[in-house]
């Protein structure tokens, strides 16, 4: 299994924002698109990734969402936003809650997160520009990517994070987060992982 890890020091953390205006709810939108690369086929959904959000907006951060789409999910590319509402909205307080089928919500630190991937036997990557090279890099089957939001992984997180992983880059621009999931998508499809 493949997971991503979508970390956002301003994405709101509770579903009282506007769906129509998501750029004023710490950039929701990069974080929608960076899930439907993670998660979407045409035509299809994938069955071996894993989406993380990691939000550490106001209110009431940090909130962690995991979607994985399972037979029973019922999720639409054209309203990405108001699942993601819903589900702030269902949150409760101590538990990991399924608010939906594969999908739920919890509060948890993107470490936390990070530290419960690797126990799980995941190979933990993270995203970056100068790491090193995506098609040169050993990646087992379970393996988890770390990303940031328009602002990057801030620094203090960045420079604890690259102590317990491995930096890749895919390349020597910046791009769009949700670029780098689909090229990170594409890689592993490539090799057959
Ligand atoms: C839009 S970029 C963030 C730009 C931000 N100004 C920065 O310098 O980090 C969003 C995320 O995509 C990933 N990313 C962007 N370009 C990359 C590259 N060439 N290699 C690896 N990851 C990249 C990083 O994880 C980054 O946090």
């Known amino acids: 299994m493949r ?69 029973e999910t019922v999720i639409s590319k054209k309203d990405v936003a108001n699942l993601i509402k819903k589900v702030l909205y269902k949150y409760r307080e101590g538990e990991k809650h399924e608010v939906f089928p594969g999908i739920s919500v919890e509060k948890k630190s993107v470490m936390k997160l990070i530290e419960e991937l690797e126990k799980e036997g995941n190979e933990i990557f993270i995203l970056d520009k100068k790491g090193e090279s995506l098609r040169k890099v050993k990646i087992p089957e379970d393996c988890a990517f770390v990303l940031g939001d328009q602002d990057g992984i801030p620094l203090k997180e960045l420079k604890r994070l690259k102590k317990l992983m491995t930096p890749v880059s895919i390349g020597p621009k910046t791009y769009f987060a949700s670029q780098t999931v689909a090229i990170v998508n594409n890689e592993l499809d490539v090799r057959g992982i």
């Open 3 to 71: 997971h991503f890890v979508y970390f956002s020091r301003h994405a709101q953390t509770s579903g009282n924002f506007d769906v129509h205006d998501l750029m004023r709810a710490g950039r929701m939108d990069i974080a929608i698109h960076s899930l439907i690369a993670g998660l979407f086929l045409s035509h299809d959904f994938r069955k071996d990734a894993i989406f993380h959000l990691v939000f550490y907006g106001q209110p009431d951060p940090p909130k962690h969402i995991e979607i994985q789409i399972k037979d």
